[in-house]
């Protein structure tokens, strides 16, 4: 299983983007899916996830009311919409895929698939 992610850039606090991760096969009902992203310096952290069984998401405080993900089951392909962004949100975002169980969603356990990383930089 393959992960490329795109949409990464500079852009000004208070902006916006989208992150795009297309995925070899269909991960509909099969694998949870979720964005990662690992600051300069800092361990990787969640960001926001949608669980293969029913599809709910999550996120995390940070991304809360800010972030969006989504996800096209024709395209095999998932989002994550990024608004009012702050130098905070500075970082390599990684999309990652797998069977993961709901109580470690926000862990990197369980997550087999990732892809290659696309970097986020927001200026002041």
């Known amino acids: 299983v393959q992960l490329q992610a795109s949409g990464g850039g500079l852009v000004q606090a208070g902006g916006s983007l989208r992150l795009s991760c297309t995925a070899s096969?269909?991960?509909?009902?099969?694998?949870?899916v979720a964005w990662f992203r690992q600051a300069p310096g800092k361990e990787r952290e969640f960001v926001a996830g949608?669980?293969?069984?029913?599809?709910?998401?999550y996120y995390a405080d940070s991304a809360k009311g800010r972030f969006s993900i989504s996800r096209d089951n024709a395209q095999n392909t998932m989002y994550l919409q990024m608004n009012s962004l702050k130098p905070d949100d500075t970082a390599v975002y990684y999309c990652?895929?797998?069977?993961?169980?709901?109580?470690?969603?926000?862990?990197?356990?369980?997550?087999?698939?990732w892809g290659q990383g696309t970097l986020v930089t927001v200026s002041s």
């Open positions: 096969i269909r991960t509909q009902n099969r694998y949870t």
């Open positions: 949608i669980h293969h069984s029913g599809g709910r998401t």
């Open positions: 990652a895929a797998g069977p993961v169980i709901l109580s470690s969603m926000r862990t990197s356990a369980g997550y087999y698939y």
